[in-house]
């Protein structure tokens, strides 16, 4: 292997600024010996620079398409072999995860990035700098680096050449059954740094699949996909809005389909429409949708498709093989030859995808572009024909996109259809893509093969500008500008003159050929296993972040009881009771029944709230039913709050006194019966609102109407009219009524030699003031509790439960009315 090369760089000066070659403040680890210094780090660091810049000047005419290669900047520059050991090994610039550890990869997109010297740990990405200059050379390699490559991995020279051009034109040259696995193809520098070629799919794990032949035995390479005449508009106050307008286009198995936007809820909603997931209520969607030769609706699509969309709210006690597996779970590939060793088929996408460090890490504690990529994963394990994308790379690096769109290239060489959504990307990574679908006001600006888009365009007189990356300049031909009433009409006429001309000059989609057979349905488990499933979520893949949520709840209520017990010490176990205790034992009853507990239910409904978007991503995506859920939570969450419970009435029950054992039992039954309802009533309220502070709002105004009729802060004798039916639905006024009542039936006589002496002015006589309350039923008529309008012949506990029952019925109505917003909805063309 012949050595790399470096120009002497001392005899010549750069103007590179200081930041990107300065040398990192904090201590570097120990060096191997003959390791480079200080200074030669930095004139390593510097090398790269200018090794980077004659990349960008290779990138232009690669970008232009131009025949003749412009001067570098710096001639034949070329990087030594020690260079490059001492930018991957560098502990500030080099590689920060898996991902990078691909040599002629990071020297290509990685950049200098300086972190701070108390930066430590992960800093929410891959590690690599994702402040790319706009583009990358498609064939600046030298080669020095490209025959080592080659020696140290067995896949060939064609098959390394097709993934580093990263052509979809020349993926008909891929070697699909390599003698040995691309995993396996790894050289270690003198330093041991293991380096990883690019993604890869494992071919024993995801092999390319049969073509399927037609009745008359020709061969048909893959899936076809054709949409013809799309148009979906919605209706609103402003008349109908077209948010489609005359969509065709096509893709076949092997293809990688882009559509770039405008707007994205323009892509959105196409991605949306073949989904099945758009606005049914307020929108009308007309067009021919064609699968395999067969004209099919598209719920017919949907049902044979993965849909991957923005939405990356896992549930965040999971960990990333955990979340596989549970998906898998729920749904499969409708072909049984796909759906085999399903362990296997996670731990290798777990490895293609470079979340292998991460595996057992909660999915809280993952990056923006893990939790993408685990989104990814989580819908290419249907193994469906169909795989569309909606925004995938959204907030990722320049490294970690150019990393997804490489791997989803790859599977889509397996002979399946890829339709993502993307912002306009590099030229490296535009070169992944086969079609190209450019929309703007729902209108097709272009549709056709990724390399016929800049000739067409140099044909209607628009060609692409010197130094401009094609995909950012001819999205942002199409956009409407906004800044200024000139600049809006000069735009809006070119826009539409574009639309017009591709109108006219648009290709006639292919012959779909006779009906073959359609791919298989998305196997979806039934009700019974779903419910099983949740339960297993909950049992066992949360565990045990469930359970230190249930502990730091209980011990909440705990505390709350210590508090009021240690305020109302003793005031129900005295021998003999005085009439001055008698407020005292009702106010005890009252605050556990109204105030105490509001730390609770405030936790209750942070818990419910935390829950929802996971629970809205999970609908959404199918895997089931808000009301299977909602039922499932009601069901394991039922002995977990009466754990709560318990641990919120026995201590202060205990501490204030412990009169007898019957009482006792018919306070706990009473009260726990209570709690649930209220409980119950403040799920409701969150279940009702999105928001935990308007929900919290909506409980304290619930409860403060069931308090004003509980009969201790107002007499029931003083309620007004409008006011008065709350003695009959509060909970609260029937759980006191009768706690009260054995409180106090139990009482035959109050002292009250605690009274005061009162002398009479006109005898000179003095007196002992009379008691007021003698008996327990003289204290109860004191607090209004046997008015003869309130019906004592039936049972309170039958109101308790029916107020149990109304939350947890509004409960299950509000999940199941609850539907997450739609993209399309919101969308309107100005």
Known sequence: MSELWELNTMERRYSIPPSTISEPRLVPPPRPPGGPTSASAKLDLHAWSIYRQNLNSDFTDSALGSQEKTTLPYGNFQLRE??????????????????????????????????????????GSSGYDSSDDGGAAAAATTAGVRRREEEASPIGLGDRYTRSKSNPDLVAARDWNPLTSPRDSKTKPPDGTAYRDPPMLNDKLFPRDNPWPEDGGIEVKGPHLQVRGVVYETRGSGGPTHLLDGISLEARGGEVLAVMATNE?????????????????NGRLRGDFILNGNHTKPSKVASRSAYVQQDVNFCPDMSVRQTLLLHTFFRSSGDL????????????????????????????????????????????LLETDVVL??????????????FLVEYLRQWACRGRIVILTIQPPTYEIFTMISRVALISTGRLMYFGRRREMLPYFAFIEYPCPAYKNPSDYYLDLVTLDDLSAEAMLESSQRVEMLAETFRRRQEALSDPGPPGPLPPKVHKENLCLQLLGLWIRAMIYQFPYNMVHWLAMTVVAGMMSVVVGAVYWDVRSAPVQHQDNVNNRAAFHYVMVGLALWPILLMAVSEVWRDKPALARDVDDGLYSRAIYISTKICYSFIAAGGTFLAYILPAYMMAGFPSADQFYYYLGYMILYLYAIRAIAIAAICVFDSRHTAAMATGFVMTLALLGAGFTIHPLDLSAWTWPTLWWSPARWVLHEVNRYEFDSTNEFLCDRNPVLQDSLSAIQRKAPCGVVTGNQALRYMGLPETNLPDIFYPAIFILVAYLCGQIVTIIAFVASKKPNRTKKYRIE
Request: net charge positive.
């Open 337 to 380: 030859s796909r759906v085999r060793d399903v362990k296997a088929r996670i731990n290798g996408l777990i490895n293609d995808l470079g979340l292998e460090q991460v595996r057992h890490t909660r999915v809280k504690d993952l990056t923006l572009s893990e939790r993408r990529r685990l989104n990814v994963a989580c819908h290419l």
């Open 82 to 123: 020690s260079t490059v050991h001492t930018i991957l090994n560098n502990p500030r610039y080099g590689p920060k995860s898996e991902l990078g550890s691909n040599m002629f990869t990071y020297l290509k997109f990685g950049l200098p990035r300086v972190f701070p010297p108390t930066l430590a740990g992960r800093d």
């Open 265 to 281: 809820s323009e892509g959105s909603c196409l991605l949306d429409v073949l989904a099945n997931r758009h606005a049914r209520w």
């Open 389 to 402: 994308l909606d925004q995938p790379t959204r907030g990722m690096d320049i490294f970690d996109t150019f």
